[in-house]
């Protein structure tokens, strides 16, 4: 497995922005899936975004189409532009590598420790 690491979370208020990246050792072939997941307290932990390295074809959640953009970073990362930031958006965020563009957490077989995301009212 690789370790991925994951920054940029913090508190911001509603309508606000926040750009998280994930860093992940080594070279990312293009048939990697990079993926983001977020889970609220309480709560399962729920597909955000992906999308392929190689051909950048994304999937996102229904509630991120429009607000959340996923794409390449600086060298080995994976950002995720956050936009329009709502309350529900609040959560611990997670990065994710597998080798399928799919929602499905149990697909993913490296994770990184999570950046907390606070949007406040």
């Known amino acids: 497995q690789v370790q991925l690491e994951e920054s940029g979370g913090g508190l911001v208020q509603a309508g606000g922005s926040l750009r998280l990246s994930c860093a992940t050792p080594g070279r990312i072939y293009s048939s990697a899936v990079m993926a983001w997941f977020r889970q609220a307290p309480g709560k399962d932990r729920e597909f955000v975004a992906a999308f392929r390295w190689g051909s950048q074809v994304s999937k996102y959640a229904e509630g991120a189409k429009g607000r959340f953009t996923i794409s390449r970073g600086d060298a080995n990362t994976v950002t995720l532009q956050m936009n329009s930031l709502k309350p529900e958006d609040t959560a611990i965020y997670f990065c994710?590598?597998?080798?399928?563009?799919?929602?499905?957490?149990?697909?993913?077989?490296?994770w990184g420790q999570g950046t907390q995301v606070t949007v406040s009212s």
């Open positions: 994710a590598r597998g080798t399928s563009l799919t929602t499905m957490a149990s697909e993913y077989t490296s």
